[in-house]
C-alpha cells in the first residue's frame, strides 16, 4: 500500500525551463493538495482540489498551475521555472476536504 | 483572513524535561489537527480534536482543545531522542475557503541526549 507517490524525488532545472511533478494516491480519497515549504515558513498551500473536476488557488499560486487528471492523480507545472521557486513540494491528500491528510515523500527542486 | 499561530518557534531540551507547543486560531475551528514531520521527512498525522475541550492522550503525548475552539496545545512529558521534529497544527478554513487546512509556522523540537 503505498499511499501518496510523488516523482521526481529530486530534479534542478535552469530559470526558464518548465517541468511537472507528478502525484498519485491509491487510498480512493477525494481531495489533493499541493504544497511548498520553505525554511521558516511552514507549509504554503499551493492549490487544491476539494474533489475530482475542481480545482482552487492556495495561498501562493502564482507561477504554477495544477491539473486533476482522475481521482488518483493531481499534477503540479511550472511553466517556466524561477529561482524563487526552489523549494520542497509535498502533494497530500484527505478523504474529503479538511480530513486529516496523508503526504508523499517530497520533491526536493532547485532551480538555478 | 483566518490565521493560526504557534510558540515557540524552536524548543531545545534536555532528553527527560517536558515539551509543550500552543496553537491559536484567529478564528472558531471546527476541528484541530496535529503533524509532525521528523528532519528530511514529511508530514505525518498524528491526531484530530473535534469537541470544546478535548483531551486526548497518545502514551507520553497529549493533546488538549481549548473551550472556545480557538486554541490547543500539545505537550510531551518526558522527552526523547525519538520525540525530535518539527509539530504543525492546521485548522479548516482560511482564505474565503472551508475546504483546505491552514497550518501554523510549526515549533522545532530539539532533544539533547
Known amino acids: 500500500n503505498a499511499g501518496v507517490t510523488q516523482t521526481p524525488k529530486f530534479q534542478v532545472l535552469k530559470t526558464g525551463q518548465s517541468m511537472t511533478l507528478q502525484c498519485a494516491q491509491d487510498m480512493n480519497h477525494n481531495s489533493m493538495y499541493w504544497y511548498r515549504q520553505d525554511p521558516g515558513m511552514g507549509l504554503r498551500l499551493i492549490y487544491y482540489?476539494?474533489?475530482?473536476?475542481?480545482?482552487d488557488k492556495g495561498e501562493v499560486p502564482n507561477g504554477y498551475n495544477v491539473s486533476r487528471l482522475n481521482k488518483r492523480e493531481f499534477s503540479l507545472r511550472l511553466e517556466s521555472a524561477a529561482p524563487s521557486q526552489t523549494s520542497v513540494y509535498f502533494c497530500?491528500?484527505?478523504?474529503?476536504?479538511?480530513?486529516?491528510?496523508?503526504f508523499g515523500d517530497g520533491t526536493r527542486l532547485s532551480i538555478l | 483572513g483566518q490565521q493560526v499561530m504557534q510558540i515557540p518557534q524552536y524548543q531545545h531540551v534536555q532528553e527527560g524535561e517536558d515539551f509543550t507547543t500552543y496553537c491559536n486560531s484567529s478564528?472558531?475551528?471546527?476541528?484541530i489537527q496535529w503533524y509532525k514531520q521528523r528532519p528530511g521527512g514529511h508530514p505525518v498525522f498524528l491526531i484530530q480534536?473535534?469537541?470544546?475541550?478535548e483531551v486526548k492522550k497518545q502514551k507520553r503525548l497529549t493533546f488538549q482543545f481549548g473551550e472556545a475552539k480557538k486554541n490547543s496545545s500539545l505537550h510531551i512529558t518526558a522527552t526523547q531522542t525519538t520525540d525530535v521534529g518539527t509539530y504543525f497544527c492546521?485548522?479548516?478554513?482560511?482564505?474565503?475557503?472551508?475546504?483546505?487546512?491552514?497550518f501554523g509556522k510549526g515549533t522545532l523540537l530539539t532533544v539533547n541526549p
Open positions: 492546521a485548522g479548516p478554513g482560511g482564505g474565503g475557503s472551508n475546504y483546505k487546512l491552514t
Open positions: 478564528t472558531t475551528l471546527s476541528n
Open positions: 480534536l473535534v469537541k470544546s475541550g
Open positions: 497530500a491528500s484527505s478523504p474529503r476536504a479538511n480530513q486529516p491528510q496523508h
Open positions: 482540489s476539494a474533489s475530482e473536476g475542481t480545482t
